[in-house]
């Protein structure tokens, strides 16, 4: 099947957009399509202005990236270009880290999570990955475990266990681990979907029935491949950022929002700046400039590839966020 599709041994980063249709509500709305994807590589957003003596007038913006869905695109389209040539890359032992990033309500959760009816990234690896396991060599058992935590205001918590609060740690050997995250053993598709649809509900609401505002938080669903000695032999994380029109939060706000924003702020820069690092030799990845990054610190070192899925909306309402999320991932590259 699609074996064209694997990266090459020295592409380490991908970083791709998405955009979505537009709303039945936006349409009524009378919002309008500004973003063009012209074959599957460029993306050209026209930008509304007006002159000084009031005329309007538009201008264009073009943006490069390694693949631009189209707003037709399926989760499967997408898999197929980002997330499927990973699959082989995580059987031979290597780390692998999507990203979708992006303004709240630009598609980064149906992206990455998605619904039962029409699961997301993660859901359609793991489908890839049983198949994998079933055809690969006797004796050579493997085993899917799941996890699935969130982050927010830089503390985390077990989304697949009652929210409960988790500390991260160094070991002697820098390796940074969450201390007691659950772990589930999946034998299927349908355990996983059963899974992580009931942590997707304690994202929403805590275990105090304190809501917790998704688009404030990140979320990580993390997928490994493990030996009978509960060995990691390879990993594959799928990471559902916090939107990224909160990092605007730190000005003129309430102090609650002003520290969620501050935080969400440092770590998007921080995840850009450690994602670029990956692809430069001898480069300084600094992932300790964020609790995000040091959480994910394993994505940025050694034999690790990150695709990167920026969400964008295309309404002409969104279009200053929509150019701030196309500038970011045009620096991620
Ligand atoms: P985010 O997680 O970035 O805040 P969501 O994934 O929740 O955004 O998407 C916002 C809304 O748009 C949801 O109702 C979702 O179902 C819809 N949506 C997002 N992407 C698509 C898409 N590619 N096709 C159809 N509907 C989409
Ligand atoms: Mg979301």
Redesign the pocket.
């Known amino acids: 099947y699609f074996c064209n599709q694997v990266w090459t041994d020295t592409e380490k980063i991908r970083v791709c957009v998405?955009k979505?249709?537009l709303?039945a509500q936006e349409e009524r709305r009378g919002e309008v399509d500004i973003a063009m994807v012209e074959e599957r590589k460029s993306v050209l957003i026209h930008e509304r202005k007006e002159a000084v003596d009031l005329t309007q007038y538009i201008q264009q913006h073009v943006f490069y990236f390694d693949e631009v869905f189209e707003?037709t695109?399926t989760n499967y389209d997408v898999y197929l270009k980002t997330t499927y040539p990973l699959i082989q890359h995580v059987f031979n032992g290597g780390k692998a880290t999507c990203f979708?990033y992006?303004?709240?309500?630009?598609?980064?959760?149906?992206?990455m999570i998605g619904t039962s009816q029409n699961p997301g990234l993660y859901a359609l690896a793991a489908k890839d990955l049983f198949k994998e396991l079933k055809t690969s060599k006797p004796g050579s058992r493997l085993f899917i475990w799941i996890s699935f935590y969130e982050m927010y205001c830089g503390q985390l918590y077990d989304l697949l266990n009652g929210r409960k609060r988790l500390f991260a740690r160094e070991d002697g050997n820098h390796v940074v681990q969450i201390v007691e995250l659950r772990e589930i053993k999946v034998d299927g598709v349908e355990s996983l979907l059963e899974v992580i649809s009931r942590g997707s509900k304690g994202r929403s609401t805590g275990a105090s029935g304190v809501n917790t505002d998704s688009?404030r938080s990140h979320a990580v669903i993390q997928v490994q491949l493990k030996d009978p000695g509960d060995f990691v032999v390879g990993r594959i994380s799928f990471v559902?950022l916090a939107?990224s029109e909160r990092a605007a939060d730190a000005r003129d706000s309430d102090k609650q929002t002003k520290i969620e924003g501050a935080e969400i702020n440092q770590s998007l820069l921080a995840l850009k700046e450690c994602i670029r690092a990956l692809d430069q030799e001898h480069a300084h990845t600094p992932f300790r400039q964020s609790k995000l990054t040091l959480v994910l610190k394993d994505s940025f070192i050694g034999n690790s590839k990150t695709c990167m899925i920026a969400?964008i909306s295309p309404s002409h309402v969104a279009t200053e966020h929509t150019l701030n999320t196309l500038r970011y991932a045009d620096r991620v590259k």
């Not at 992006?102 to 992206?111: E, S």
């Open positions: 998405r979505r249709p709303g707003e695109c979708a992006g303004q709240t309500g630009a598609g980064k959760t149906h992206t688009s559902d939107g969400n």
